[in-house]
Structure formats: C-alpha cells, structure tokens
C-alpha cells in the first residue's frame, strides 16, 4: 500500500504519519506539504531516513507537483489546510485558494490516476455552532452545514466537492469531520498549547470573552486511529463524525492546565472575545464507534498529562518556534501567501 499525505508536516498530518509508520511497517508513505509556518519536517526526523517515507515540499494548488507527488499511489489522506480562524478572518483569501482549489485540484488529479481511496480530512466547525443551554444536542453526520468564519466556510466548500466528485465520477471517496485535536507537536497558536507553554513560563493565559465557550477535544493519536479505521474499513462515499467525548469550555480547560502544571489561578487573565466565536462544537459519533468499532483511548485529563509531559521533555522545540525570530520569519511568509 502507498498513502499520499498531504499536510504531513503539520500538528495532525505528521502524527498520522508517525503512527502509520509505526503501525503499518510496510507502507509506503509520500509526504506532500507546502511547509507554511506551521509546518515542522523536525517532528519527523526519526522517520527521514526511512526508505517507506519520501518527502516532497509542494503546494497542493501545482497540478504538476501533486501529478508527480501522487504517482503510484493508492491512497489520498488529504490534511492540507490554512486551519486557524483568527487568520481566515483577517486574511480569507488564502483559505479559499488552499481549502477550495488545492483540493479541487487533488480529486482532479486523483481522479485522473485512478486512486483507490481519497479521504477527506474536516471540521465540525462547518456546521456552525450549538447553544450552551442545549446540552444534549449534538452534530452528527446529518446536521446541515452552517458555517460562520472564512476557515469553516472554506471547509465546507471542499467537503462539498469531495461528495460532488463522489456522485459525478464515481470517485472512492471518504470524509471525516473531527472535533479540536490537542497533544504533541501542535504548534503554540493553538489554545492548548499555547496555554501549556505559557503555564511553564509563568505567562498569563488568555481566554476569550468569559471563557463559556464549550468544545469538544480530541487527543491526536485518537483522530489518528479513527482516520486509520475509515480509510481501510469506511464505506465509499460516507461521511464519519470523530469525537473526543470531552466537551470542556475555556475555563475548565485553563484549570486542567494549571492543575496538572501546579501553576496558580492568578495566571488566567480574560481578553476580548473572537469576532463571530462559536459558542459551543459537540459530536455524535455514534457511527464510527457503532460502524468501525472507534473509542477515545484516553480520557481528557490523561490526554491533558501526556501533552504537558511532551512539551517539558521537548522545550527546545517550542521555544524556538515562539521565538521572535522564528514569529517574525513565518509571519512575513504568512503576510506574503495573503497578499500573493
């Protein structure tokens, strides 16, 4: 079996890569990303040197560089994505040129060389938001898609040409819709992340609004083993919601962080809201663990632990990715892809 990855130097795509790596020896992996800001090719240095793996940096929007990248291949697992609301909303036109176009252009391509299976890597946030006193409603499979930023808009519209490919040619094709993933390797503008590193440095933590804000979180290596079970036992043409079974709003995800760091109360401070925040995301993912037999391996607070244990055992990584050096260098890159 050979797997395109496309995005799999960023936080989620180099950890499918490493736990297909690991899982399926025999695989061959190509490894297709453009190395934005968010790429890191260091979360995958224990695997550079493996002959199953290849690595080509290639923007996902270049037919002749997707053509090349997907020769001989028999799957697409396509994670390539601008993915941070804050930026869509400041800058929305490269969210639709990557989301939109560059998978148009890969189910082109896909279609053309007779790929076996293109799975399809999304959001929940295309179907909008649910309301904080509605606790029991959920999104499933079924929900309409209702998008609010440039970011969840530009994910729907790729997920709509992933079945529109589906029913026009005929395409194998599979979609996923998870909820917010965390653990090792995400890079700091993630909340996360970015509220563990600050913990260790003694740095306030800033959360939106009142910090009421309710999503649903998933452990990576979870939505890893997830996509694992859909693209070898998924049926053509579906689509699977992925869940962590951890709804947690912006305060208990702050007390968690600072519970497990041993950091005081004190380091929360409260900023003005996101333009537009969706209140709450929530999944029913009764298909998937029903259909394919998925269940979360760790609970919020053991996902929680392990992610801070990685970013202590690994200061050096993150540190100089905050770095001003490294922010200013990748911000210019950023401001570029916008502009151009």
């Known amino acids: 079996m050979k797997l395109l990855v496309t995005g799999g130097a960023g936080f989620i795509g180099s950890n499918f890569v490493l736990y297909m790596m690991e899982k399926y020896p025999e695989y061959e992996i190509v490894n297709l990303d453009k190395l934005t800001y968010a790429g890191n090719l260091e979360t995958l240095k224990s695997v550079e040197n493996n002959p199953k793996y290849t690595f ?12 090349k990248a997907m020769e001989g291949c028999d799957m697409v697992v396509h994670f390539a994505a601008e993915s941070h609301v804050d930026r869509s909303i400041t800058g929305p036109a490269i969210f639709v040129q990557t989301n939109v176009v560059g998978t148009q252009v890969l189910l082109d391509v896909a279609k053309d060389q007779g790929i076996k299976r293109f799975h399809h890597v999304s959001t929940d946030e295309v179907f909008g938001a649910l309301e904080l006193d509605r606790l029991e409603d959920k999104f499933s499979e079924t929900t309409p898609y209702n998008p609010h930023s440039p970011y969840s808009a530009s994910k729907a519209g790729s997920d709509h040409l992933v079945r529109a490919y589906h029913d026009t040619y005929g395409m194998d094709v599979t979609i996923s819709n998870c909820t917010n993933n965390y653990g090792p390797y995400q890079f700091p503008e993630k909340v996360i992340p970015l509220f563990i590193t600050n913990a260790l440095q003694d740095k306030p933590l800033p959360i939106y609004g009142k910090g009421l804000a309710i999503r649903d979180y ?24 992925l869940g962590g079974h951890a709804e947690k709003n912006g305060l208990d995800v702050s007390d968690t962080i600072l519970k497990a760091t041993g950091k005081p109360d004190t380091l929360k401070t409260y900023v003005e809201d996101r333009k537009g925040h969706d209140m709450r995301y929530a999944i029913d993912d009764t298909k998937i663990r029903e259909e394919l037999g998925y269940e979360p391996s760790v609970t919020f607070e053991e ?38």
Request: proline letters at 0%; one cysteine or more; charged letters at 30%.
């Open 56 to 67: 080509i940096q290639g923007d996902i929007c270049d037919r002749d560089q997707v053509e």
């Open 218 to 241: 998933i452990f990576v290596i979870d939505h890893c083993a997830g996509i694992d079970l859909i693209i070898h036992n998924g049926k053509a043409g579906e689509t699977y919601c």
């Open 303 to 340: 996902g929680i632990q392990k992610t801070i244990n990685w970013y202590k055992e690994n200061e050096e990584w993150w540190k100089r990715i905050i770095s001003k050096e490294y922010l200013d260098t990748n911000r210019a890159q950023a401001n570029e892809n916008v502009s151009g």
